[in-house]
């Protein structure tokens, strides 16, 4: 098995050919203040290449979700530099860097913060009626993606009326309805059963595996593991492994 180990700062060249979709540098991130203060990042340098379906494993509270967030723009980093397809998003003004989340990030949210008064089809709508396009066809696009992942049958019911797993395909049919060059998911197949946790994968595997894409999952679900290309095991607000995975499924 090819390894990258990781230490501290330093950090390895792409392999020949691949191009990095997404490059972290020294950024921390920190919660709180005095003797409450939380190092959730404490200096990660990581890389996320083009093509690649990149995983992010770790226990509870080691900063998954507070890494995605900085990558997905949602959250400001206090220290260090994110480069998106060589957009530095922590430079970017508010204006810039929503217009640049809305064109080119999808993201699954841990809570899948679904809209309450919109249907299924509504609510994966949103990011094509921020694009611009018309509510009948946003719509009918976002049913297309619903179809896909099982829930053709939901696409008018509302979030209250679905179960945690249905709502949790919404929230990557959002995320996937715009095909954004970067989809970013917090455990998008926790509340899924096998099966329908498969299909997810598969999906993301498609959207990551095209020449201009990546995909980065944080997963708690042995189940999934094989779906990723690399894995990256953080601990404690750092990236502490990053290895290939061999038994990716072939592109
Ligand atoms: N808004 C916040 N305010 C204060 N502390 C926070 C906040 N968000 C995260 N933290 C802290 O930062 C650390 C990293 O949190 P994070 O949510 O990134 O962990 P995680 O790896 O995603 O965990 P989990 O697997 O449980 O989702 C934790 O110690 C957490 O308590
Ligand atoms: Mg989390």
Request: hydrophobic content about 40%; some cysteine.
């Amino acid at each position: 098995m090819s390894s990258l180990e990781f230490n501290g700062n330093e950090i390895a060249p792409p392999p020949d050919g691949i191009q990095t979709a997404v490059r972290v540098r020294g950024v921390s991130k920190y919660f709180g203040k005095g003797e409450q203060r939380v190092a959730a990042l404490q200096g990660v340098s990581w890389d996320v290449y083009v093509g690649q379906l990149t995983m992010i494993i770790g226990p509870s509270g080691c900063g998954k979700t507070t890494l995605l967030s900085v990558i997905a723009g949602i959250l400001d980093a206090d220290e260090g530099s994110v480069e998106i397809f060589g957009n530095d998003v922590t430079k970017m003004n508010d204006r810039t860097l929503t217009r640049f989340r809305a064109e080119r990030i999808g993201f699954v949210f841990q809570q899948y913060n679904l809209l309450p008064a919109l249907t299924s089809a509504e609510n994966a709508a949103v990011p094509l009626v921020i694009a611009g396009w018309s509510k009948s066809r946003a719509i009918e696009k976002a049913s297309h993606v619903l179809n896909s992942l099982g829930m053709g049958k939901k696409i008018k019911s509302m979030p209250n009326q679905l179960s945690g797993g249905q709502q949790q395909r919404v929230a990557i049919a959002r995320a996937l309805v715009h095909e954004p060059s970067l989809l970013v998911c917090d455990e998008p197949t926790a509340a899924l059963d096998v099966e329908s946790g498969r299909t997810v994968m598969n999906l993301m595997r498609e959207a990551a595996l095209r020449a201009d894409r990546a995909v980065v999952v944080v997963t708690h679900d042995n189940r999934v593991f094989d779906f990723g290309d690399r894995i990256t095991r953080m601990d404690d607000g750092h990236v502490a492994e990053v290895r290939d995975n061999v038994h990716a499924p072939a592109a």
